[in-house]
């Protein structure tokens, strides 16, 4: 684990040796959750590929101090400009940013902001693009409430950590999963929670992202879980049906995996895995990218 100042703020990060002939793998995790979500890939990958996972600004152990307000913003675009300063000071290009959740959004906009810095995107249980009016006042509220009363239940903790074990995954994780969900969703800062839950949901924003999508050059792909009840297949394929990929390929550029909630990192990494090594390594990139995304 190492730190590193972004913008005056303190973030955690670990990366992998380089590997020769290998891409750079970038990985972002999602809302209330940390980069150890991507440990078991990149134990794995990190074999034939160099591979970075950090913790975003007030998740994890990327924490803001009390005395030092963040001088971001949590919007999507926020968190974009503060992948790119950390892939600056790494010295990275030409990187593959594999998102979960809302870390599939913020890849997105980072390959959309900094398109010199991005080969290609894999955005894992992440889609949208439709504004439902009630459904997303309800999932405001619900996050809201799961930030602000989260003290009130630490009291509960064995019961918490139990719960998160079968929270939004379609068969339940080891114990030691649901502890760490009830570490990242403690830890996590109050303003950046909630900011990047709102941020990332007014309409505006949801209608924006379809509009990023099929601008974008690199290749973009979508994993999703077939089970999924956070990001449901069918948004999935919705924001994927935006990037030409989706419409030269006739959809390809969207895969389901069986039996998956929203974890799929956890749920199904073989899987994942297998999805991973198939995109990076069969998709044409570097002068060729142009051509097949036309």
Same mark, same amino acid.
């Given at each position: 684990? *190492?730190?590193?100042?972004?913008?005056?703020?303190?973030?955690?990060?670990?990366?992998?040796?380089p590997v020769?002939?290998?891409?750079?793998?970038?990985?972002i995790?999602?809302?209330l959750?940390?980069?150890? /979500? #991507?440990?078991?890939? @990149?134990?794995r990958?990190?074999?034939?590929h160099?591979?970075l996972?950090?913790?975003?600004r007030?998740f994890?152990?990327?924490?803001l %101090? !009390?005395? =030092?307000? $963040? !001088?971001m913003? /949590?919007?999507?675009?926020?968190?974009?400009?503060?992948?790119?300063?950390?892939?600056e000071?790494l010295?990275?290009?030409?990187?593959?940013l594999?998102?979960?959740?809302?870390g599939?959004?913020?890849a997105?906009?980072? *390959?959309?902001?900094? !398109?010199?810095?991005?080969?290609g995107?894999?955005?894992?249980n992440?889609?949208?693009?439709?504004?439902?009016?009630?459904e997303?006042?309800?999932?405001?509220?619900?996050g809201?409430?799961?930030?602000? #009363?989260?003290?009130r239940?630490? $009291?509960?903790?064995?019961? @918490? =950590?139990?719960?998160?074990?079968?929270?939004?995954?379609?068969?339940?994780?080891?114990?030691? #999963?649901?502890?760490q969900?009830?570490?990242?969703?403690?830890?996590?800062?109050a303003?950046a929670?909630?900011?990047?839950?709102?941020?990332s949901?007014?309409?505006?924003?949801?209608?924006?992202?379809?509009h990023?999508?099929?601008?974008?050059?690199?290749?973009?792909?979508?994993?999703?879980?077939?089970?999924?009840?956070?990001?449901?297949?069918? /948004?999935?394929?919705?924001?994927? %049906?935006?990037? !030409?990929?989706?419409?030269r390929?006739?959809?390809?550029?969207?895969?389901?995996?069986?039996? =998956?909630?929203?974890? %799929?990192?956890?749920?199904?990494?073989?899987?994942?895995?297998?999805?991973?090594?198939? @995109?990076?390594?069969?998709?044409?990139?570097?002068d060729?990218?142009?051509d097949?995304?036309a």
């Amino acid at each position: 684990m *190492a730190t590193i100042d972004i913008l005056g703020v303190k973030h955690v990060y670990e990366l992998t040796d380089p590997v020769p002939n290998g891409s750079v793998l970038v990985f972002i995790h999602g809302w209330l959750l940390s980069r150890h /979500y #991507w440990q078991p890939a @990149i134990d794995r990958l990190s074999r034939s590929h160099q591979c970075l996972s950090y913790d975003l600004r007030g998740f994890g152990d990327s924490q803001l %101090s !009390p005395d =030092c307000p $963040s !001088p971001m913003g /949590y919007s999507p675009a926020d968190y974009a400009k503060d992948l790119d300063h950390l892939l600056e000071q790494l010295n990275l290009n030409e990187v593959w940013l594999v998102g979960h959740s809302l870390g599939g959004t913020l890849a997105l906009w980072t *390959a959309h902001l900094f !398109p010199e810095r991005v080969k290609g995107v894999v955005c894992v249980n992440a889609g949208g693009g439709i504004y439902l009016k009630e459904e997303f006042e309800r999932f405001r509220a619900v996050g809201q409430r799961i930030v602000q #009363w989260r003290w009130r239940w630490f $009291s509960q903790v064995s019961a @918490i =950590c139990w719960l998160f074990t079968r929270a939004a995954v379609a068969q339940p994780l080891s114990f030691a #999963w649901g502890q760490q969900r009830v570490i990242d969703w403690v830890m996590a800062d109050a303003d950046a929670a909630l900011g990047a839950l709102l941020d990332s949901t007014t309409e505006e924003e949801v209608h924006r992202l379809p509009h990023i999508v099929s601008q974008l050059q690199q290749p973009v792909y979508f994993i999703a879980g077939a089970k999924d009840m956070i990001m449901e297949p069918k /948004y999935v394929h919705h924001l994927a %049906s935006f990037h !030409p990929l989706f419409k030269r390929c006739c959809g390809a550029n969207v895969i389901e995996i069986d039996g =998956c909630g929203h974890l %799929s990192m956890l749920e199904q990494t073989d899987q994942l895995l297998h999805h991973l090594d198939e @995109i990076i390594n069969t998709t044409i990139v570097g002068d060729d990218a142009a051509d097949e995304v036309a």
